[in-house]
């Protein structure tokens, strides 16, 4: 049974040290997992993303020993875009439309520029005596929100903390089952942050 175990661990361990492995945004994990808005503000909303952080990639290995020798590229500018175009959409009457410069004409009733400001994942082994990996993530997203002439008007942070997955005793595509939880907690974190923009926007108009 120890061999047997020592093998299991060795064999995921070759899986998840690749030279580089690479992750998608995929559309279809966001319309599966999430959450619809509590409420639908009036008008229209407009998502700011500079081109760096619109088309920024993380490229870096886990946090935990099992797969911290491979790197991983993780698109989480294009998933922040097209997530948060989702989200924040699904937010507004008239939806949300997109800039990767500033836009202040008057259109919008307030500017979202949602960024990825720290992204940790992990490929947990310990906790299953070596037989199967489990998969982490966790990350932390910061909403500036700025009114229709540019003007900052708050920046908040939501910190999603370590989201697992199922565990699994091989996979030779482990940078889907992140690529799903970056997804899920992106969405998530989004979600948070939407009654917040709608009590500015409401406030605003009082």
């Not at 559309?27 to 619809?36: D, G, I, L, S």
């Amino acid at each position: 049974m120890r061999i047997q175990a020592t093998l299991l661990t060795i064999i995921s361990a070759l899986v998840l040290t690749a030279c580089q492995t690479t992750t998608t945004y995929k559309p279809e994990y966001v319309h599966t997992t999430a959450p619809p808005p509590v409420a639908v503000a009036e008008g229209k909303a407009l998502m700011y993303m500079d081109e760096a952080d619109a088309t920024y990639v993380f490229n870096e290995g886990a946090s935990t020993f099992t797969g911290s020798g491979a790197k991983m590229s993780v698109p989480l500018g294009l998933m922040t875009r097209e997530i948060g175009k989702t989200i924040y959409g699904g937010a507004f009457r008239e939806g949300v439309g997109f800039a990767n410069v500033p836009m202040h004409d008057g259109q919008y009733r307030v500017v979202i520029q949602p960024k990825v400001t720290d992204f940790k994942y992990y490929f947990h082994q310990a906790e299953n005596l070596g037989f199967a990996v489990t998969p982490g993530a966790e990350l932390t997203l910061t909403v500036t929100l700025l009114d229709a002439g540019g003007k900052l008007l708050a920046a908040n942070t939501y910190v999603s903390g370590e989201r697992k997955s199922g565990s699994y005793m091989m996979s030779a595509s482990p940078e889907d089952k992140i690529s799903k939880l970056v997804h899920e907690i992106l969405a998530d974190l989004m979600a948070q942050s939407v009654p917040d923009i709608q009590r500015w926007v409401a406030k605003r108009a009082e």
